[in-house]
């Protein structure tokens, strides 16, 4: 599985922006995709995740009321919508991918296979 994000840029805060990221090759056993970012100097960590079966949703709180995930089965591509935004929300933003089902860690790193290269999101304030 090769994963492709996309919609970063500079906004101000208060601002939105919209990150996609597409999946390409044995996408047919997705569990769940997800988003991680890492600002700078810092560990990478969880934004939010979607579960492929039930379409089941989940967010840091951080960004709760704020960010809202989403799917398009058709072009297996998941979206991350972003309003609202922060100078603390300035990060890099990784889309990642789970094909196994079983016990699902939706915040933990290890529990993704695949991960797309990363999209830059800075905020100005």
């Known amino acids: 599985v090769q994963l492709q994000a996309s919609g970063g840029g500079l906004v101000q805060a208060g601002g939105s922006l919209r990150l996609s990221c597409a999946a390409c090759g044995q996408t047919l056993s997705t569990y769940a995709m997800g988003w991680f970012r890492q600002a700078p100097g810092k560990e990478r960590v969880f934004v939010a995740a979607?579960?492929?079966?039930?379409?089941?949703?989940y967010y840091v709180d951080s960004v709760k009321g704020r960010f809202t995930i989403s799917r398009d089965n058709a072009k297996n591509t998941v979206y991350l919508q972003m309003n609202s935004l922060k100078p603390e929300d300035t990060a890099v933003y990784y889309c990642?991918?789970?094909?196994?089902?079983?016990?699902?860690?939706?915040?933990?790193?290890?529990?993704?296979?695949?991960w797309g290269q990363g999209t830059q999101v800075t905020v100005s304030s």
């Open positions: 979607i579960r492929w079966g039930d379409s089941n949703t």
């Open positions: 990642a991918s789970r094909s196994a089902g079983g016990v699902y860690y939706y915040a933990r790193i290890t529990s993704y296979s695949y």
